[in-house]
C-alpha cells in the first residue's frame, strides 16, 4: 500500500494512507443536506415543473429570505461534512508516533496540526491515496479477462 510522509508546520511526521472509498462516500449519510428553493409553474398538459432558483432568479422578499436560508443551511451541512471528514481521515489514513493512552484524532488536532495549510494537504494527500489507480485497474481487467477466457494471467 503506497503511503506519503508529511511533516506539518508543527514539525510533527505523520505517514499517510488511502482509506477505503466506501468509508468516504458513507460520510455523506447523516448530514442534512438542504434542498435548493424552487417555484413551480404549470406546463402543457397541465403538470407542473419545478424549477429551482439561482441567485440570478430570485425576485421576492421570500425568495431572497428562502435562498438566503439555504445558503446558511448549505454552508452548516459542508462544515459537517469537512468536520466528518478531517475526524475519519486521521482515524483511518493517518499513523504517527501517539503517546500511549491518547486518542489519535485529539492528538493529531491537538499536538500536531498547526495550520489550515496542514488540514488541507493531509486531506489532500489521502485522497490522492484513495483514488483509483487507473493503470492498476487496467492491469487487474486485464488479467481478469485472461482468466475468463482461459488464459493464464
Not at 432558483?53 to 443551511?73: C, I, K, V
Not at 486518542?103 to 488536532?109: A, G, I
Amino acid at each position: 500500500m503506497k503511503t506519503l510522509e508529511y511533516t506539518t508546520t508543527t514539525g510533527k511526521k505523520l505517514k499517510l494512507r488511502a482509506v477505503h472509498p466506501s468509508m468516504i462516500n458513507r460520510l455523506t449519510s447523516g448530514i442534512k443536506w438542504p434542498e435548493k428553493p424552487y417555484y413551480t409553474r404549470e406546463i402543457a398538459g397541465g403538470e407542473v415543473e419545478r424549477i429551482y432558483h439561482d441567485e440570478n432568479s430570485l425576485e421576492t422578499p421570500d425568495e431572497h429570505a428562502a435562498w438566503d436560508a439555504y445558503l446558511q443551511e448549505m454552508s452548516d451541512a459542508e462544515d459537517d461534512y469537512l468536520r466528518r471528514k478531517v475526524k475519519l481521515f486521521i482515524r483511518h489514513g493517518v499513523e504517527t508516533d501517539t503517546p500511549e493512552g491518547v486518542d489519535l484524532v485529539q492528538y493529531v488536532e491537538e499536538q500536531c496540526i498547526g495550520t489550515m495549510t496542514d488540514v488541507l494537504a493531509i486531506l489532500r494527500g489521502i485522497d490522492r491515496l484513495s483514488t483509483i489507480d487507473m493503470e492498476a485497474l487496467a492491469e487487474v481487467e486485464k488479467n481478469f479477462r485472461g482468466q475468463m477466457e482461459g488464459n493464464p494471467a
